[in-house]
């Protein structure tokens, strides 16, 4: 079955890093557009960042651009983000979706908590 399995949320200091990672299982990994968004409470759900199936293009929330990387690694079906200079407005749960290149069908993880606060 589908799965997309998050990691590496956690409580972090403001200026601090962390880096998510989503594992993906049950479907070609290479076919699918990945994507990181994040939900903060009483909020809707908000893109953070996407990058194509081969890697070869990125986009990011303007919020987020300079701080985060997105990417992935096809031969270990895992995208990742990388996030630098954390500020406490990051906080929220970080989700991954998967949606292939064709079809537009969709998948989703469970979603990771990212918590900035001193």
């Known amino acids: 079955q589908v799965q997309l399995v998050e990691s590496g949320g956690g409580l972090v200091q403001p200026g601090g890093s962390l880096r998510l990672s989503c594992a993906a299982s049950?479907?070609?990994?290479?076919?699918?557009?990945m994507n990181w968004y994040h939900q903060a409470p009483g909020k809707e759900r908000e893109l953070v960042a996407g990058?194509?199936?081969?890697?070869?293009?990125?986009n990011y929330a303007d919020s987020v651009k300079g701080r985060f990387t997105i990417s992935r690694d096809n031969a270990k079906n895992t995208v990742y983000l990388q996030m630098n200079s954390l500020k406490p407005e990051d906080t929220a749960v970080y989700y991954c979706?998967?949606?292939?290149?064709?079809?537009?069908?969709?998948?989703w993880g469970q979603g990771t908590q990212v918590t900035v606060s001193s």
């Open positions: 979706n998967a949606v292939h290149f064709i079809s537009g069908v969709s998948y």
């Open positions: 049950g479907f070609t990994f290479s076919t699918y557009t």
């Open positions: 990058i194509t199936r081969l890697g070869t293009r990125t």
